[in-house]
């Protein structure tokens, strides 16, 4: 039986790649974002069916600050419909970031309107027509990263007869600008894995804990 696979994406704790060039077009600018599982445990455990395992997470990674989802909320008011805006602003109180970019991406998107249609794509271009907007995001990005504490300890349940090495992975969203700058939005859903992507070898129902550092 096929196993349901994880598009796995680059180390997570890269966050930051070269700056690309810098480029305008006459329809607005460029967002582009990937959806995937970023490996958080470099060893692995092997398990089966009868056999548990246990893995310890403790890191510390770079994203956006709290202050970025508010400042740009506020800076982005007027140009987003009253419903986006105000899912905008219960996204920030509720810390739910990966769901705050894509009621972003549907009141700016010129083509696509349905946030939905975002949640469910693993990757695509999203084009921001109000210049205002676009700028919004992108300058803050380079100003208003925080590090998070990245910890928990999972227990690994053996779901297959065949012993199977597995690793912890979170789920992310990487967003990268029209003019380089690129992030990574961390959630608290993790999923294990063997090191291809494939999952149902193996279980484990905790979230990971994500906190901010002073």
């Not at 990937?34 to 470099?42: A, C, M, N, P, R």
């Not at 909320?73 to 769901?99: A, F, G």
């Not at 053996?158 to 597995?166: D, E, F, L, M, N």
């Amino acid at each position: 039986m096929k196993l349901p696979k994880i598009q796995i994406v680059p180390e997570i704790t890269k966050l930051l790649l070269p700056p690309q060039p810098s480029y305008l077009n006459a329809s607005g600018q460029t967002i582009s974002y990937t959806q995937g599982y970023g490996q958080l445990s470099k060893a692995g455990a092997t398990v089966q069916i009868g056999v548990t395992g246990n893995l310890h997470i403790d890191l510390t990674i770079e994203s956006l600050s709290k202050d970025f989802y508010r400042e740009t909320t506020d800076k982005v008011i007027n140009t987003v419909s009253e419903s986006i805006r105000n899912e905008l602003k219960e996204h920030c109180i509720k810390e739910d970031y990966k769901n705050w970019w894509f009621a972003l991406f549907a009141g700016s998107s010129k083509e696509k309107q349905n946030s939905d249609y975002y949640r469910n794509q693993q990757q695509d271009n999203v084009t921001i027509a109000d210049t205002t907007c676009y700028h919004a995001i992108s300058s803050k990005m380079s100003s208003s990263k925080q590090q998070y504490h990245v910890s928990g300890d999972f227990q690994i349940v053996g779901q297959s007869y065949i012993p199977t090495t597995v690793y912890l992975f979170i789920e992310t969203l990487m967003v990268t600008t029209q003019d380089g700058n690129t992030i990574l939005i961390p959630t608290q859903n993790t999923v294990v894995a063997d090191a291809e992507g494939n999952t149902g070898n193996a279980s484990s129902p905790s979230k990971i804990n994500i906190v901010p550092l002073n």
